[in-house]
């Protein structure tokens, strides 16, 4: 019913050059895209090489920038606003990063504020939500990620929440090696459904996409897709990796 999607965020380790090798390498494979959506979310630097390069392919690769800016325009050094993303290639936008949370600081006001904006310019949102590991110890996490969600979805209408994408990934699980257990990660999936089923109707919450991020690779991607809201996965290392990626994106296989 909803089309798996898996998106690579290669964060900041690739130069122009090497991104575009890596988008390179990824089409250098037959992909079949009719059953699974496929996204890169390189650097800002490197975006618009890598939407050329899959543009000129003809291949239906979705292009995310890592972060926009809440502003439209003007005096704001160093950001990056929709627009520029937009006339660059990219189709989407990762928001709410747990990266732009705990190192930038980045609150949940200001994470909605990005999301809708984002929408309003029509770029397809993926909003992020994970809780700390304390907060997992501490039993609070589910209740976490829905006030992340509720924060992160305020004033964000039922059209425009058709073009959004919520990945789960679990702050502790990201670049450890530690995934969420399948059964962790479709009790959180299943929470978040039921929030946005509440809050949008279940029409609607059946057909949002809930990837899952933190760690996932070649050898784990198949135990996470056999759950019933698992619909994708964010990938960060593993995506750096052609060969790695690949695999990932024909876990059906
Ligand atoms: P890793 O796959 O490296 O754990 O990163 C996950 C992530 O943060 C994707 O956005």
Known sequence: MRKPLIF???????????????????????LDYGMVDVGVAPDFCSLSTVARTIRDMGVPISVAGQNVSQHEKGAFTGDVNA????????????????ERRTVFGESDELINEKVRLALRC???????????????EAGVHVEKVLYQLGMGLKGVSVDRVNNIVIAYEPVWAIGTGKTATPADAEEMHAAIRKFLSKTYGPVIANKIRILYGGSVKPDNIGALM?????????????SLVAEDFIKIINYYK
Not at 12 to 29: A, E, F, G, H, P
């Open 8 to 30: 690579g965020n290669w964060k900041m380790n690739l130069d122009v050059k090497q991104s575009d090798d890596l988008v390179r390498s990824l089409l250098s494979v037959k």
């Open 83 to 98: 627009d520029m993303l937009l006339t660059a290639g990219a189709d989407s936008v990762i928001i709410g990063h747990s």
């Open 122 to 136: 029509k770029l397809h949102t993926i909003l992020c939500v994970g809780e700390l590991l304390a907060e997992r």
């Open 226 to 238: 056999l759950r019933e809201n698992i619909d994708g996965a964010l990938v960060g290392g593993a």
